[in-house]
């Protein structure tokens, strides 16, 4: 026997009595006792921790340091039980080649998490079945969801699957207006893009869409049409690439420009636009802009590449995003939030896609790079 601090240890406890390593951890502190220590109320130390809630700055940084001290974590699951809600936004998302949809999704996530909701993302992936991806929507306990989709789904499954959920749809609508929607005034940008074909003399326009059945390419055709139609132009093409990708675009601008009687395309996106500028160059040897004109719509970092300088409509990306979460706080917070509508406008850059030469000079616009002197 050993005798030690005045306790009796037996030969064969020794092990147990000087434990070899670190010693035990302490037990994390909860919020009560953090409360307890500063003297606040418990609702403090949690609004302390809760982006845009009521709390003066001064209270709220004395929490965080006292935390920080004391090692105090917020526990998520136990504020989830007790409040009820997860602070959890599931996003959900589809035709991820498109490069418009990459940027819109980093910026709304990160001003999801600027306002205490985390990400959740739901990738509705190419010949995957949607009902079954929104079955696995409903097994989340998530607070909101944000349908960031280009896939075809329709207005019951939407409204199922987000039910009893702060919901808005960005970038698309569904026809009966029965959830919120933010997204680029499409029908703005489709006719801003007629009027540009034919202030600029173009009378022969084709128009190239995506996904034939989505809200998006409905309301950018039907605008388009409907202003060439007004303006006395002759439409030669109404094609659907099925999809929106260069590829497709590619496919629709062969046919095009080997029918030889169009002066001008307006893309659905840019992405399928740049796949029509490299077939019209490249495939069929055509002049951009003096034998074609071409047209996008989003302006994604590849429109400003020198070699297309594209044409196209800007998407406000920032303000859908910024109108998109103030809608998800509202109806978090308001049990009687009425769905709405909130196009939002854009705004036609015209470059040398469809302005060729000295002719962007002549409309009081800056030349590309390699065309300055």
Known sequence: MVVTSGHTVAGDDMDDANPVGPPPKRKPITARELARLMGVSQSAVSRAFTPGTSISPQLRQRILRAAAELDYHPNAIASMLSTRRSNIAGIVVSEMQNPFYPTLIEKLSRELQRVGLQSLMFNITRGSNIEEQLVALRKYN????????????????????????????????????????????????????????????????????????????????????TRVAELGMTLTHTLSGGEYSYEAGYR??????????????????????????????????????????????????????????LTTFRQPVDAIIERTVSLIIEQLSNEDFSPSQNPLSGELLIRHSTVGGRGLEKIGLPLPPQEQR
């Open 142 to 225: 998530v607070d909101a969801v944000v349908v960031v989709s280009a896939t075809v789904l329709s207005g019951a499954s939407l409204r199922w699957a987000t039910e009893g959920r702060a919901a808005v749809l960005v970038n698309r609508t569904i026809p009966d207006q029965t959830l919120t929607s933010v997204s680029c005034d499409n029908v703005e940008g489709a006719r801003a893009i007629a009027d540009h074909f034919h202030a600029i003399g173009r009378r022969q326009v084709a128009y190239v869409g995506g996904l034939p059945h989505t809200s998006t390419n409905l309301e950018r055709q039907n605008a388009f049409i």
């Open 252 to 309: 629709a601008a062969l046919e095009i420009g080997q029918a030889k009687r169009t002066d001008a395309v307006f893309f659905a996106n840019d992405i399928l636009a740049i796949g029509g500028f490299d077939a019209f160059k490249d495939g069929l040897g055509l002049l951009v802009p003096e034998d074609i004109a071409v047209a996008g719509f989003d302006d994604v970092d590849m429109t400003r590449w020198p070699r297309y300088s």
